[in-house]
């Protein structure tokens, strides 16, 4: 048996307010909730999964996979749910894709590992069109208390802080994997 490397965390704790304040995790697509949709992708590339939810911990229960929610309130965004995953994560490294991706590459976490080994870098990031695609990651997990900080300054883009971190893009060319759903438009 190999050992555990690596978590996987689908980051579905957001208010949804481009989708009215429904929980996009659990809005459905194609007859599933988009979660179902990302876990279905990622749950292949990791050891395990973890989903970070902030309401609704029922339904993401049922997914079979451990719930986590931020220790930041008032939804702080994805910095908080990594956050959360670091402190949750026993593997060296943990992945990152956010809820509302469900055509997210099936070999996202191996191209991302590859190129965290090479540059020995600390976070690989997705890039599409030399834009970071910033909640498409894998990082280490001594990162935390770097983040713990980063958060502690009452920064929270994502982008800042994996430029901060010193984060090498993974570049991809379908721009449309990466495609998240954030309005009604977009689900249609």
Known sequence: MRPQRITGLVLAGGRGS???????GLVEWRGRPLVAHAIERL?????RVLISANRNREPYEAFGHPVIADSLADYAGPLAGLQAGLAACTTPLLATVPCDA???PFDLVARLLAALEADNASVA???TQGKFQPTFLLCRRELSAALDAWLAGDNRKVADWLRQMGAIAVPFADEAAFANFNTPEDLA
């Open 125 to 127: 990031v997705a890039q």
């Open 18 to 24: 481009r989708l009215g304040g429904v929980d996009k």
């Open 102 to 104: 469900p055509g997210l």
């Open 43 to 47: 749950a292949p590339q990791v050891d």
